[in-house]
């Protein structure tokens, strides 16, 4: 069974730095991207950027570029987020998630499609 | 960055109703649209795929139609575990953006 589960929840100050995981189980880590959504509480989900496992590609959203860095560990099967120095607005719910893959019936090529498995979210406080 | 509009923001509707939720892409999207329901304090949960296939498990009153810029999520007959918020998603091109959501309520 796929499962995501993420690191327990941080309070934390303005200028502090913070990794958060998201450990997997259950599928083949290397070969499907995970993304991170942020989602600040009573607001709705903003994607932030990916990560391919297997080669550590990432692709991050201009709003959160050079703020947040992605990163896998394929051998630990655990993707990352990271922030080398926090601000108050970065308070806010992240979730990591498996970005899905089917197999069109006619041609049986590979297609990605949305994110299919979700982590339970990892709440993020950082006062000023 | 695409933008997805969705209307209408909030929706009251009672058991058993059809009702239907507009996603509108900023450019093109050709079906590479995604449907996501959540219900407070949970993750989202993945619904529709593609613009109209349905993700395993997910009930056959869920629907979805549209290509290029229009889409639309019905559901035939809604079910109290239906009241929830929804969100699309492009995954046309990076930032994969998500619309504001479209809180569906108990009428």
């Known amino acids: 069974e796929v499962a995501l589960v993420q690191s327990g929840p941080e309070t934390k100050r303005s200028g502090e730095s913070l990794r958060i995981s998201c450990q997997t189980s259950?599928?083949?880590?290397?070969?499907?991207?995970i993304a991170w959504v942020r989602q600040v509480p009573g607001k709705g989900l903003e994607w932030m950027g990916v990560?391919?496992?297997?080669?550590?590609?990432?692709r991050y959203s201009p709003a959160f570029q050079g703020r947040v860095t992605v990163s896998a560990d394929k051998f630990m099967k655990t993707a990352y987020l990271q922030w080398d120095s926090l601000e108050a607005s970065d308070t806010a719910i992240y979730f990591c998630?498996?970005?899905?893959?089917?197999?069109?019936?006619?041609?049986?090529?590979?297609?990605?499609?949305?994110?299919?498995?979700w982590g339970q979210g990892t709440l993020v406080s950082v006062s000023s | 960055d695409i933008q997805m509009t969705q209307s209408p923001s909030s929706l009251s509707a009672s058991v058993g109703d059809r009702v239907t939720i507009t996603c509108r892409a900023s450019?093109?999207?050709?079906?590479?649209l995604n449907w996501y329901q959540q219900k407070p304090g949970k993750a989202p949960k993945f619904v529709i795929y593609?613009?109209?296939s349905l993700q395993s498990g997910v009930p056959s009153r869920f629907s979805g139609s549209g290509s290029g810029t229009d889409f639309t999520l019905t559901i035939s007959s809604l079910q109290p575990e239906d009241f929830a918020t929804y969100y699309c998603?492009?995954?046309?091109?990076?930032?994969?953006?998500f619309g504001q959501g479209t809180k569906l309520e108990i009428k």
């Open positions: 450019q093109s999207i050709s079906s590479y």
């Open positions: 990560v391919y496992p297997d080669d550590s590609h990432t």
């Open positions: 998630a498996r970005r899905g893959v089917r197999a069109d019936p006619d041609t049986g090529r590979y297609f990605q499609i949305g994110l299919d498995y």
């Open positions: 593609a613009a109209s």
């Open positions: 998603q492009q995954s046309y091109r990076t930032p994969y953006t």
């Open positions: 259950g599928y083949i880590f290397s070969n499907y991207w």
